[in-house]
């Protein structure tokens, strides 16, 4: 087996997974994983706007092993209706991210990892890090390091008291952090519906 593909393997979650793929401009792309075989991995992707040779990155966060991000190029497109295709995807790179490391204040935050698809003064496809600072289902405030401005969209990788987070939000606020760096309030605009529901259990329960 290819060691990159074999890497790939062991940092992805098992299949079935969700997850946002970002594409060479930057854009998010819903996918999920199913499977792998034959050193590919076989996936549904929900846009039509895929051709072969396509590079695509899945951003992965293991709590215990850090952010991975997994390059891949589409080789294989299968339409299955108006807006899904099931693609082979072979992976040509894994690479580490810096792992997060909290100060002892910070133990019970979660770190986040952030890509800019609208920004004011970053570009599309910029990655960013952050801390989760609160959550509800229907929305999100980190403290960043760098200066976000109200409207600003990204797509959001954490978790929170063991449930994942995947999905894109809106800036609505942002307020300079006692301890420096800026606390920025975000919308979801986009988040799973199972995600949602647990989110509202979590909301209940802490009321």
Same mark, same amino acid.
């Given at each position: 087996?290819?060691?990159?593909?074999?890497?790939?393997?062991?940092?992805?979650?098992?299949?079935?997974?969700?997850?946002?793929?970002?594409?060479?401009?930057?854009?998010?792309?819903?996918?999920?994983?199913?499977?792998?075989?034959?050193?590919?991995?076989?996936?549904?992707?929900?846009?039509?706007?895929?051709?072969?040779?396509?590079?695509?990155?899945?951003?992965?966060?293991?709590?215990?092993?850090?952010?991975?991000?997994?390059?891949?190029?589409?080789?294989?497109?299968?339409?299955?209706?108006?807006?899904?295709? $099931?693609? &082979?995807?072979?992976?040509?790179?894994?690479? %580490?991210?810096?792992?997060?490391?909290?100060?002892?204040? @910070? /133990?019970? *935050?979660?770190?986040?990892?952030?890509?800019?698809?609208?920004?004011?003064?970053?570009?599309?496809?910029?990655?960013?890090?952050?801390?989760?600072?609160?959550?509800?289902?229907?929305?999100?405030?980190?403290?960043?390091?760098?200066?976000?401005?109200?409207?600003?969209?990204?797509?959001?990788?954490?978790?929170?008291?063991?449930?994942?987070?995947?999905?894109?939000?809106?800036?609505? $606020?942002? &307020?300079?952090?006692?301890?420096?760096?800026? %606390?920025?309030?975000?919308?979801?605009?986009?988040?799973? @519906? /199972?995600? *949602?529901?647990?989110?509202?259990?979590?909301?209940?329960?802490?009321?």
């Amino acid at each position: 087996m290819d060691a990159t593909f074999a890497m790939a393997l062991d940092v992805l979650p098992p299949a079935p997974w969700d997850a946002r793929a970002i594409r060479e401009d930057g854009g998010p792309v819903g996918l999920r994983l199913l499977g792998a075989k034959d050193g590919r991995l076989h996936c549904t992707l929900d846009s039509v706007d895929i051709e072969s040779g396509l590079a695509l990155t899945i951003p992965v966060e293991l709590p215990e092993r850090g952010g991975f991000s997994v390059a891949c190029v589409v080789e294989q497109v299968v339409p299955l209706g108006a807006s899904r295709l $099931a693609v &082979d995807l072979r992976v040509t790179e894994v690479t %580490r991210r810096k792992p997060f490391r909290a100060a002892p204040r @910070d /133990e019970a *935050r979660s770190p986040a990892v952030l890509w800019v698809v609208e920004a004011v003064n970053h570009g599309v496809g910029t990655e960013l890090t952050g801390w989760v600072v609160d959550v509800s289902p229907g929305g999100i405030g980190f403290m960043v390091t760098v200066l976000l401005q109200p409207g600003d969209r990204l797509l959001v990788q954490t978790h929170y008291d063991a449930i994942g987070i995947q999905g894109e939000v809106m800036v609505t $606020a942002i &307020d300079r952090g006692a301890e420096g760096g800026w %606390r920025a309030a975000c919308q979801f605009t986009e988040l799973p @519906d /199972e995600t *949602r529901a647990e989110l509202e259990i979590l909301s209940r329960n802490a009321a």
